[in-house]
């Protein structure tokens, strides 16, 4: 990874669907984005006309229920940006401009999928500037009850070992170590879908959420197993959808990592909790570039131009 060039898209490419858990119709456009102004959102639509731009960074996040939110409801906010975001940092888009007339990214198939091949039919483009990296310089961890996240070195690029148990035969304990890479996030992490548990629809539903989940973008479990009548995508696509969202919010750091990344149990807030803590210790991290440390021990100079289950399971 290091050395690389940032890259980011080659043309504009426009997606429209419905918020998972808001329900709404929406419209997301992403652009073409300048060096170092890594990913941001320009949320439009907004009362009276206005417009705002949301850096796409961990301390811009207000809220981590049953999906990652950041910017904040009375100036305007943008839910579910995990899968998309998944697939900037799958796919190596540094710079990218998310022009979004909606409260919510619209949930898709509830993979990473359709935004891969969104970002595949315009393509990527190398910019100028070589690519910077957080270094992982010392164990970083959070811990709640059993669950946990942490950050720590890792010599060879960026390394997730996630694992999930919970408490049902239908899922169980599972574990999944993955290497990210473009190739590997294609084949392997990409496809795996959000889900959720029908026991649980009714609650979310008057909690306002998963008002737009259907069989179309959700793999839900009844008493029995999975509904879908296509069933699973892969034997074990409830850990790997877990890696999809930990790779979306781990993004939030502002530019690659270099480190390994663990959880157990984790979710949404651990993921989140894990970068601050990371950020609140500057003897953690460094800023590299080139394979060399070039920032030091300071924020990434980087600015911008659903699973429905447990957060801890």
């Known amino acids: 990874m290091a050395g690389q060039k940032q890259t980011t898209l080659r043309d504009r490419v426009e997606l429209k669907g419905v918020g998972v858990h808001s329900g709404a119709p929406v419209r997301i456009v992403l652009h073409p984005a300048d060096v170092d102004t890594g990913i941001s959102f320009l949320r439009t639509g907004l009362e009276g006309g206005r417009e705002r731009q949301i850096e796409a960074r961990y301390n811009a996040v207000s809220a981590t229920e049953l999906c990652t939110i950041i910017g904040d409801a009375n100036s305007g906010a943008v839910a579910t940006i995990e899968h998309l975001m998944a697939a900037f940092t799958g796919l190596g888009v540094d710079n990218a401009l998310v022009e979004i007339d909606g409260p919510e990214v619209p949930i898709m198939d509830g993979s990473s999928a359709p935004f891969v091949d969104a970002i595949d039919m315009v393509g990527l483009v190398r910019q100028v500037a070589n690519r910077r990296y957080i270094k992982i310089l010392k164990p970083v961890r959070v811990e709640q009850g059993r669950a946990f996240s942490e950050l720590r070195p890792f010599a060879r690029g960026f390394r997730l070992e996630v694992e999930i148990d919970f408490d049902t035969p239908l899922i169980g304990r599972q574990k999944r170590v993955l290497d990210l890479e473009p190739g590997a996030?294609?084949?392997?992490?990409?496809?795996?879908r959000t889900f959720g548990f029908m026991k649980d629809v009714e609650r979310l539903w008057k909690a306002g959420f998963a008002l737009g989940a259907s069989l179309d973008n959700t793999v839900a479990l009844g008493d029995e197993g999975v509904i879908n009548p296509e069933g699973l995508r892969f034997a074990d696509e409830f850990v790997r959808h877990k890696t999809l969202d930990a790779i979306g919010d781990l993004s939030l750091a502002g530019a690659p990592i270099l480190g390994c990344y663990r959880s157990y149990c984790g979710g949404h807030r651990m993921n989140v909790a894990v970068l601050q803590a990371l950020f609140a210790d500057r003897s953690a991290y460094a800023i590299?570039?080139?394979?060399?440390?070039?920032?030091?021990?300071?924020?990434?100079?980087?600015?911008?131009?659903?699973?429905?289950?447990?957060?801890?399971?």
Request: proline share 6%; glycine share 8%; no cysteine.
């Open 185 to 192: 996030f294609r084949r392997d992490i990409a496809r795996a």
């Open 288 to 313: 590299v570039e080139g394979g060399r440390r070039d920032v030091g021990h300071a924020e990434p100079a980087i600015r911008p131009a659903l699973a429905f289950a447990a957060e801890t399971n």
